[in-house]
């Protein structure tokens, strides 16, 4: 399970590497628009309060409408560049931050406690220099 400091962190890689992506793919530009990392970026802290229940989330809310009219207003950006952003990004970093109740963030193998490998009687000894997976078996403990 990752730290919700990780999450964010995880998020904001996101955002760049779609940026750098981007950059070299031309992907936005090919549809005559521009990849909003501003938008990106106050995405990750919307969908963070969001997911976490805080008293703030409204105030995030407006905020990020506010300061995509600001960036309309002042064409920074169209506001087709903030929604195309944001439909990009807002499902890879919706998927991160669910991490945080996931059970598995990262591939675990685990055995039973009762469960070990052990080695069979006698094979240790005589294939000592020469060791193989089918020289172990499962044992209960």
């Not at 919700?4 to 760049?16: D, K, N, Q, W």
């Not at 802290?45 to 990020?64: C, D, P």
């Not at 490998?117 to 078996?137: A, C, D, I």
């Given at each position: 399970?990752?730290k919700?400091?990780?999450?964010?962190?995880?998020?904001?890689?996101?955002?760049?590497i779609?940026?750098?992506?981007?950059?070299?793919?031309?992907?936005?530009?090919?549809?005559?628009l521009?990849?909003?990392?501003?938008?990106?970026?106050?995405?990750v802290?919307?969908?963070?309060?969001?997911?976490?229940?805080?008293?703030?989330?409204?105030?995030?809310?407006?905020?990020?409408?506010m300061?995509?009219?600001?960036?309309?207003?002042?064409?920074?950006?169209?506001?087709?560049?903030?929604?195309t952003?944001?439909?990009?990004?807002?499902?890879?970093?919706?998927?991160?931050?669910?991490?945080?109740?996931?059970?598995?963030?990262?591939?675990?193998?685990?055995?039973?406690?009762?469960?070990?490998?052990?080695?069979?009687?006698?094979?240790?000894?005589?294939?000592?220099?020469?060791?193989?997976?089918?020289?172990?078996?499962?044992?209960?403990?």
């Open positions: 399970m990752l919700p400091a990780a999450l964010i962190v995880v998020s904001v890689g996101c955002v760049y779609v940026m750098y992506a981007d950059v070299y793919f031309k992907i936005w530009p090919s549809l005559g521009d990849y909003s990392t501003h938008t990106a970026l106050a995405l802290f919307v969908i963070y309060l969001a997911l976490n229940g805080t008293k703030l989330l409204i105030f995030a809310i407006v905020s990020m409408l300061y995509a009219c600001l960036m309309v207003y002042q064409a920074y950006h169209s506001a087709a560049d903030i929604v952003t944001a439909s990009v990004i807002a499902p890879v970093v919706l998927f991160v931050q669910k991490q945080r109740t996931a059970k598995l963030a990262l591939p675990v193998v685990r055995l039973s406690s009762r469960r070990r490998l052990t080695p069979e009687p006698g094979l240790l000894q005589s294939r000592l220099s020469t060791p193989h997976s089918e020289n172990f078996s499962e044992t209960e403990h």
